[in-house]
């Protein structure tokens, strides 16, 4: 299945999206790395292990509140309790393998350029970004199927209208959700039907 226009744009939005809410994600981790390797911690394995450790679990907190609730809303069909907890299991395994990445990189750079952690952080997180935009992108909050997508598009496009106030004239708050109903009453039907069919 090939990448469509509308595809396309609609990704960079989502990686411009990512990009910027990372933002406060890596002020998050730098702020507390600064602290706890400037001021608390004095030995190597504590500034370049520990430390990157204690900062990397405060801004993965941030980041995927951001990615649940702004990033990729649209795609969360079920809010809860359990959804929240399964995609930040998810969202977390994936961080995890990415700062074990990240920080073999902090190591390699600090022993070629013995720079500051901070420093070295912030080139490693350049790095390992797009490789986690991606894996959210594609696995952690992924579409499961065409039905979903044509749902998450069309949540995705009133959102857009209601927060730019360009939608169609007399477009409320209230007839955006009842037409985002309508479209998961649609998508429900669609996977009905597929599932009648196969039977």
Known sequence: MGFRGKDIVSYLK???????????????????????????????????VVSPVISFECSSFVNFLLAYNIIWRSRITTRGARSFLRHFAGFNISATGIFLVKLGLINAIAGLTRWHPVICNLVALCITGIGNFAVNEFVIFKVKNSNADTKAGIVEELEQKLDSDMGVEGLTASSAKSAAAKASASAERGESSSSADRN
């Open 14 to 48: 989502r990686l411009v999206k990512y990009t910027l809410s990372n933002v406060a994600g890596s002020l998050v981790d730098n702020l507390v790395l600064w602290v706890f390797a400037t001021y608390i911690f004095h030995t190597y394995t504590l500034r370049y």
